[in-house]
């Protein structure tokens, strides 16, 4: 091979790995979410003041359209309920990089990598007869969203991830006898990312000889994507006694293949230098990637020891090990498709919750829950800095009719230090740790014709 096709062969293998990257991660589960990674539980200000604990059981929410199909079989006439939760979320970093060269990598810690955004939910259950009912609800089970200050020391890894699933869900229950209920459901689910990132040309030019260092030509690099899946779900209620509601849920994985596009900002020395980059790489193009939203089950109970206290729990299982490896294939067709390799672990969650009803207007509601991380320090990057997480959540009911009732749940979660050891295509290099933590605030509003 010439020194000519070398050159350009050493750059436009350098791109692929950089573009795959950057696309990979488009695709790939973007945390910082209430739950692991990237899962959402804020469907329910009423659920949410007792930690989730009793979410497949508990009556009188019309969240369990998606929480527990079966559970509508409770429902006696039509329910429309609005839930909107805050999630303000803090990550922050500490910890050095260094380049290629090993020189220690420029720029700042990022600052508060998290943002503050609404999640909403939209319920609708009607009965039919005296044992079936329909349900309807938009919701929002998966969704992130992060971004560094620009600069920061993980650039090249790292600037804005979002990314957002929306389900679209319609149920139906079916009630056996007093004891026993069915319910199942199918999902259309639309997911979107979007990530961006520094692209360290500098590093690319000096491997390929040129007289340039890393980080003195810094570009960007862009990729979004969207996508819409179907899916489905099932539920059991069994109520064993007068005082106890056990309550079971399957929401199935659901496949998408994300199509979008990936852009790049490459600067003029850089196409001055290597006309290839910028021209025959780093040239916006179409680009897919296959990413599937984890099944998740969960199983609850519920008791009422009398007219004013009841306690309840849940144990929830999501398996997150289906996001092994991901491959990206590109429209452009002088970049080879690409697998990253993420190997993230099934995880639990589990909780316990009460109510107490001061009276038929007021109740009071608590929790504490602790849910794992499917990631772990050989893949973590500062995209999904996860760590296992502590919920201690609190809430209020009133309900001033039986046509109406309002809620406001409360939750704050501590999450343990994430380690970071990373390195990105272009040889640079990051290690530190996360602080993170989290504070939840939900509001609903139901009404019953």
């Known amino acids: 091979m010439t020194n000519k096709k070398l050159y350009f062969y050493r750059h436009s293998r350098l791109h692929a790995l950089s573009l795959a990257a950057i696309a990979a991660l488009a695709a790939a589960p973007l945390q910082q979410a209430s739950a692991s990674a990237f899962q959402l539980k804020?469907?329910?200000?009423?659920?949410?003041?007792?930690?989730?604990?009793?979410?497949?059981?508990?009556?009188?929410d019309a969240a369990v359209v998606v929480n527990n199909p079966a559970a509508m079989s409770e429902v006696d006439r039509a329910i429309f309920q609005a839930d909107v939760t805050g999630v303000q979320f803090s990550t922050e970093f500490s910890g050095s990089g260094s380049d290629a060269l090993g020189r220690p990598l420029s720029g700042g810690d990022g600052g508060d990598g998290g943002v503050t955004k609404p999640i909403p939910a939209l319920y609708y259950i009607t009965p039919l007869n005296d044992a079936w009912r329909l349900g309807f609800a938009v919701s929002a089970p998966f969704g992130f969203e992060t971004d560094y200050d620009r600069g920061w020391v993980g650039r090249y890894s790292a600037y804005?991830?979002?990314?957002?699933?929306?389900?679209?869900?319609?149920?139906?229950?079916?009630?056996?006898?007093?004891?026993?209920?069915?319910?199942?459901?199918?999902?259309?689910q639309r997911t979107k990312a979007e990530l961006t990132q520094a692209i360290d040309f500098g590093a690319i030019l000096a491997a390929g000889g040129a007289p340039v260092l890393p980080q003195s030509q810094d570009g960007f690099g862009r990729v979004d994507g969207d996508d819409w899946g179907w899916g489905w779900g099932f539920g059991l209620l069994w109520k064993p006694t007068d005082q106890d509601r056990i309550g079971v849920n399957f929401h199935s994985q659901v496949v998408h293949t994300l199509s979008g596009n990936?852009?790049?900002?490459?600067?003029?020395?850089?196409?001055?230098?290597?006309?290839?980059?910028?021209?025959?790489?780093?040239?916006?193009?179409?680009?897919?990637a296959g990413f599937t939203t984890p099944a998740n089950a969960t199983a609850s109970w519920w008791h009422s020891f009398n007219d004013r206290f009841s306690l309840g729990a849940d144990v929830g299982y999501t398996r997150w090990s289906t996001f092994n490896q991901l491959v990206v294939d590109y429209a452009n067709p002088a970049q080879p498709s690409t697998v990253e390799n993420f190997d993230w672990q099934d995880t639990?969650?589990?909780?316990?919750?009460?109510?107490y009803r001061f009276n038929p207007a007021w109740v009071l509601r608590g929790g504490f829950a602790v849910d794992g991380t499917p990631t772990h320090v050989s893949t973590r990057t500062p995209r999904v800095p996860d760590g296992t997480r502590r919920w201690v959540t609190v809430g209020l009911g009133y309900t001033p009719s039986d046509t109406m009732a309002f809620d406001l749940g409360y939750g704050h979660i501590f999450v343990n230090d994430a380690e970071v050891s990373t390195s990105t295509a272009t040889g640079n290099r990051l290690n530190g740790s996360y602080d993170s933590s989290g504070n939840l605030l939900g509001a609903s509003a139901q009404f019953r014709f």
């Open 42 to 60: 804020e469907n329910s200000a009423r659920a949410l003041g007792r930690a989730f604990a009793g979410s497949a059981a508990a009556p009188d």
């Open 160 to 188: 804005k991830s979002m990314f957002q699933s929306v389900d679209l869900t319609a149920a139906a229950s079916y009630r056996f006898s007093d004891t026993l209920s069915f319910g199942a459901s199918v999902v259309a």
């Open 262 to 288: 990936a852009s790049f900002q490459v600067p003029a020395a850089v196409t001055a230098i290597s006309p290839a980059l910028g021209n025959a790489v780093f040239i916006d193009t179409p680009g897919k």
């Open 348 to 355: 639990w969650f589990g909780s316990v919750g009460m109510e």
